[in-house]
């Protein structure tokens, strides 16, 4: 299994970078206790793979 290096400071909680919107929200759901903030934690996960897609896309363009 490979280790993430890379991840994505949401809100308090480090999120894999290499995660998809809906891998991050399968995994909150299955948490026993839950976050009092996973709104939060979704929309900053969401705004920063989006720039991060923005800016690959920019840089072949």
Not at 12 to 41: C, H, M, Y
């Amino acid at each position: 299994m490979d280790k993430t290096l890379d991840y994505i400071e949401c809100a308090g909680v480090r999120v894999p970078a290499d995660w998809s919107v809906e891998q991050l929200t399968e995994a909150l759901s299955k948490r026993k206790i839950r976050f009092a903030n996973e709104q939060e934690i979704m929309h900053i996960f969401t705004k920063a793979i989006h720039k991060g897609k923005t800016r690959k896309r920019k840089a072949y363009a």
